[in-house]
């Protein structure tokens, strides 16, 4: 069943899928047990599902940011009048924010930047476009859908609402997350670890459909994705992009696979060899070096996805419980921690990218395409002797980046590209 544009609310954001929503909904059961939408953003799928008169006995939307939100357009929607598109009116409603002011919050995406939140600034004439009574009206009809449907408002971390949802075969999750290493000003990227979500994926029972770009690690843990369409990249960084950068935004589902597929590979992780080091591979045959970088790789993700389970169903909880246990008692919660070597800077520093990784994503990256340079107005790829300067550059950058080890490497390579050219 479809309706008329007009009678699906839509609300600006960045990620927004009101313009995807339709492709997404065609590869989702048309009925079933639960409907949870664990990053739902501004609701703008779970909104579309309603109105389409998806049958869903129960509905959930959950966002770690934006659950204030959705529990403004449930209890104060039928009500809501805008006020004033101006910059005073912003910087007031910027403040009343900060105190969960629903009517605040219903503003955000009207006069916000990009339908964002108050800290991304005010909207331009871009975001101008809709008159107030129409966001009003839209709002309303939201107010009414949330209503109608009763539907469950959480701010859990999407795993956490997954875990006490007790998921199964009858229920349909939608996941669009933030997409890898788009800054956006909303959210951030990183608050989800793309390995531990595929480890999810891939053992869930549920229905699920996945949003991302065309991203390597999903087609590999997924394969080719159902959908895909060129759109312009999500980042705020224009500087860098121009704006004007193109990506692939994909669907991966489960749907339609058996469940007995649905099952996660369990990957052993044992202590490194003692024998491994430079030497070892010199003389290895090539099939067993491509398979001690390929065990490499999967042990690693594995050990991401092991140290995520350690917090989220060990640490955290226990932190928690010793909080609650050692309530003005002593020795205190933070001292009793601060005895077995345990603060905020340990934590930080587990996630610290070590200069090995840096070296490991040099030997990665592909080396950018020669630049041109200009010769009688037109363009020619930089002769032999450029290349060469441009990896004495980058040389010269890891030593004053004191990265010495890295700067040898990269300094045998340069060495023998010289050779190359020049014998
Ligand atoms: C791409 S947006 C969703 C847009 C939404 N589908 C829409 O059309 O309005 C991603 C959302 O994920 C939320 N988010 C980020 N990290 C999260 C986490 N760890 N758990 C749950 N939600 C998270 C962000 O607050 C953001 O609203």
């Known amino acids: 069943m479809t309706t008329r544009k007009t009678e699906v609310p839509a609300f600006r954001y960045p990620g927004s899928k009101n313009k995807l929503a339709r492709v997404i909904l065609k590869y989702v059961p048309k ?20 109105a389409d008169g998806l049958d869903y006995e129960r509905w959930i939307v959950n966002d770690i940011a934006r659950a204030p939100f959705f529990r403004a357009v449930r209890d104060r929607g ?15 409603l910027a403040e009343m924010v900060k105190r969960g002011d629903p009517h605040a919050l219903l503003m955000e995406p ?31 009809l939201a107010c009414e859908l949330l209503r109608k449907k009763e539907v469950q408002i959480t701010d859990f971390d999407w795993l956490t609402c997954l875990e006490a949802e007790h998921l199964g075969q009858d229920d349909f999750v939608m996941l669009d997350v933030p997409y890898i290493g788009c800054d956006v000003g909303a959210y951030s990227a990183e608050s989800i670890c793309p390995t531990e979500l595929i480890e999810h994926l891939k053992a869930a029972k549920f229905n699920w459909v996945l949003t991302e770009y065309r ?9 080719e994705p159902v959908y895909q369409k060129e759109v312009q990249l999500q980042t705020t960084n224009f500087a860098v992009t121009g704006g004007k950068e193109r990506r692939l935004e994909c669907l991966w589902t489960n749907i339609e696979k058996s469940v007995v ?16 080091a430079d030497a070892y591979y010199v003389d290895l045959p090539e099939q067993e070096l491509l398979r001690e970088i390929r ?27 010793l909080k609650r246990r050692t309530f003005r008692k002593h020795p205190s919660y933070y001292e009793t921690l601060a005895n077995m070597g345990l603060n905020p800077d340990t934590v930080r520093q587990w996630f610290y990218r070590s200069h090995t990784a840096d070296e490991v994503i040099g030997q990665i990256e592909e080396e950018q395409e020669a630049p041109k340079e200009t010769v009688h107005g037109g363009e020619r790829p930089l002769d032999a002797k450029a290349l060469l300067l441009q990896r004495a550059d980058k ?6 980046e004191n990265k010495i080890k890295y700067a040898k490497r990269l300094a045998t390579e340069y060495m023998q590209a010289r050779e190359e050219c020049w014998g």
């Open 31 to 50: 009925r079933g047990r639960k409907f949870v939408d664990a990053c739902a953003g501004r609701g703008n799928i779970t909104f579309r599902a309603i």
């Open 78 to 92: 039928d009500k809501f009048k805008t006020t004033q598109k101006s910059k005073a009116e912003f910087d007031r």
């Open 110 to 140: 009207f006069i916000a930047f990009n339908g964002g939140t108050y800290d991304g600034g005010g909207s331009t004439t871009e975001g101008g476009r809709r008159s107030p009574a129409s966001y009003e009206a839209n709002v309303r």
């Open 215 to 223: 991203q390597p690690l999903y087609i590999k843990a997924f394969g």
């Open 261 to 276: 597929k649905r099952d996660s590979v369990t990957v052993p992780c044992e202590p490194v060899p003692d024998d491994r």
């Open 295 to 321: 065990e490499c790789a999967t042990v690693i993700t594995a050990a991401r996805n092991q140290m995520n389970k350690e917090m989220r169903r060990r640490l955290l909880p226990a932190l928690l419980e």
């Open 395 to 400: 040389i010269a950058k890891a030593i004053l």
